[in-house]
Structure formats: structure tokens, C-alpha cells
């Protein structure tokens, strides 16, 4: 009797850059506890004006699945033929599935991601809570259905860029108590979560915060990462936040979501997660 074969299943992230992506790293070990040795998972350097052909190409290759990071999120968007709800609400997505005939399924699985990390992870309540959501971009769009159906007392989106701002409040404010405001606005205010959604940190900078922003017990939460604190970790941690912490764990998270979506089992995130908090002390 003929040996069987073992047909492989690729997955891949399209980025452009991509080679500081941790997503093999982490697809391949939920591989690897799973169980899914037919599965593999790379990292493929995609800049925007590529992206329709390296699609094409990597589904006819056998491709069953991709991630989408920077900056091929909203073409990723605009090149589904079946978006899901959340999807459609953040206007760009992170994770596709190729159907048998080639049409592509399209999630975002970044806001569930963060929510996850936030809740039960960190066990950081979010209900009846200040949140203050720093950066207008696409990051933030990402995120604001999800903290919303938490319900917290109010979310402000602050913004170098006040307009930008104000016209994503407006986009969710059907779901919640959202308003945007500039950064000078925030000085007599007090936050109990505040979350950086700019990408102030990739340069090693800091939105102009003042000192007095965080509440009693704070959280402090950058969607950034990286193995020294980033900015806005170091500044949480000076200004009194019970919790300061870069975007690892939403990293693993979203990344744990989207393997459920391919494979449909969810892996344990928390050795991954507790392995990445503790390289960074
Ligand atoms: P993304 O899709 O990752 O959110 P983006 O759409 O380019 O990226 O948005 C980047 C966000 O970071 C914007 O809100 C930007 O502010 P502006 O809209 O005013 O440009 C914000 N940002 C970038 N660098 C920043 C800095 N040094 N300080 C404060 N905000 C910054």
C-alpha cells in the first residue's frame, strides 16, 4: 500500500516590511501544540502595488489562508468578496480565507485581540471605565467596536489631527459614548485606560500627554511592541499606572483568533504570551 501523503496547507503574513514580523514564530508553534503538521506559515515581503498579484499567485500555489499587516489592511479590505460584520465596521482587515473556487473570506481579528488581552488576560475591567484611545489611524479604527461592546462610561480618541479625530467618533458613535478631542483638550481630564494607537512609538517618540492623565490604578496599554519598553510604556510607568504594557499579548491574540478562523481550534496563548512579558523583565 502506497505511503500517504501528507498534503501541506500554506499560510503566510503579507507585509511590507516584514522581516521583524514574530507571526511565523507564533503560527508555527500553535502549529506545533495543535497538532497540524500539515500546516506551514511564512512571511512574504509585499509591498502595496503587489499586492492583487502575490495574492493571485499564492493561492494558485495551494495558499489557504494570509494575515495582512502594514500596509496592505484596507487593499486587503477592498480585495474581499466576503467581509464579516466586525470587518466591515473597522474598514480593513487582518486575516483571509481562500474558498475551493478562489474567493476570499475576510475578518479582523485585531479588536477581538486587544479585548482579549485586556479582559482576561490582564483582568483589566473595562465596563463603566474612562478610556482615552490615543491616534486616529487605522489602528484605532480597528479597535473601537470592540472595547465598545464592553460598554465603558466614555472613549475619547485623541488626536494630533483633531478633525481625524472627531469624524471616527462619529463612525462608532452609534454603539457608545464616543467623542474626539486634540491633545491640548486632555489637561483637565483623568483616564482610567488610556491605549496608544499612534504611531508614535515606531519612531520612538511620544504623543504630547500631560502628566496628570492617568486615574487612580490606571492601565497603560501600547499596541506597539518591543523588547525594551517604548515610550509610552516607560511614560505609563512613571505617571503611576497600576499596569503598563506594550502590545504583545494582542499580537498572540489576534494571531490566536485567526488560527481559529483557518484551523478551528483556538491554541493556549499564555505560555507564548508569559514567555514574551518575561524576556522584556
Ligand atoms: P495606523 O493605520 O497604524 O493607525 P495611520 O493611519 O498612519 O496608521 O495613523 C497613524 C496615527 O498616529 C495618526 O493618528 C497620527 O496622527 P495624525 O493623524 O495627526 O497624523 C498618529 N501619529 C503618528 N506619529 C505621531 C506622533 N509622533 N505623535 C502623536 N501622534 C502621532
Known amino acids: ?37 500539515n500546516m506551514t506559515y511564512t512571511a512574504i515581503d509585499v509591498p502595496g502595488q503587489c499586492f492583487d498579484q502575490a495574492l493571485t499567485k499564492f493561492y ?4 489557504k489562508g494570509l494575515n495582512c499587516t ?21 474598514g480593513a482587515v487582518n486575516t483571509l480565507v481562500f474558498r475551493e473556487d478562489g474567493q476570499i473570506d475576510a475578518d479582523n481579528t485585531d479588536g477581538i485581540g486587544l479585548l482579549r488581552d485586556l479582559t482576561h488576560n490582564l483582568k483589566i475591567q473595562i465596563n463603566k471605565q474612562k478610556l482615552l484611545i490615543l491616534g ?7 479597535i473601537l467596536e470592540s472595547l465598545l461592546t464592553e460598554q465603558p462610561e466614555q472613549i475619547v480618541i485623541a488626536n494630533r489631527t483633531v478633525s481625524k479625530a472627531t469624524k471616527l467618533a462619529e463612525l462608532f458613535s452609534d454603539l457608545g459614548e464616543v467623542t474626539g478631542c486634540g491633545y491640548d483638550d486632555l489637561k483637565a481630564q483623568r483616564f482610567d485606560i488610556v491605549v496608544n494607537a499612534t504611531a508614535a512609538s515606531l519612531h520612538g517618540q511620544l504623543p504630547p500627554l500631560p502628566d496628570t492623565l492617568l486615574a487612580e490604578d490606571a492601565c497603560c496599554y501600547d499596541l506597539a511592541y518591543s523588547v525594551q ?6 511614560w505609563g510607568n512613571q505617571y503611576g499606572a497600576a499596569v503598563s504594557t506594550d502590545g504583545i ?20 496563548t499564555m505560555p507564548l504570551i508569559n514567555d514574551s512579558r518575561l524576556k522584556q523583565g
Open 70 to 90: 502594514v500596509p496592505l489592511k484596507e487593499l486587503a479590505f477592498k480585495r474581499a468578496d466576503h467581509l464579516s460584520e466586525r470587518a466591515r465596521r473597522c
Open 136 to 142: 486616529a489611524g487605522g489602528a484605532t479604527r480597528g
Open 60 to 63: 494558485q500555489q495551494g495558499g
Open 1 to 37: 500500500m502506497a505511503a500517504r501523503e501528507l498534503i501541506t496547507e500554506p499560510y503566510a503574513v503579507f507585509g511590507h516590511p516584514i522581516s521583524h514580523s514574530l507571526s511565523p514564530r507564533i503560527h508555527n508553534l500553535f502549529a506545533k501544540q495543535t497538532g497540524q503538521s
Open 249 to 268: 499579548g494582542m499580537l498572540v491574540e489576534q494571531a490566536a483568533e485567526a488560527f481559529l478562523i483557518w484551523r478551528g481550534i483556538r491554541p493556549e
Open 229 to 234: 519598553p517604548t515610550p509610552f510604556v516607560s
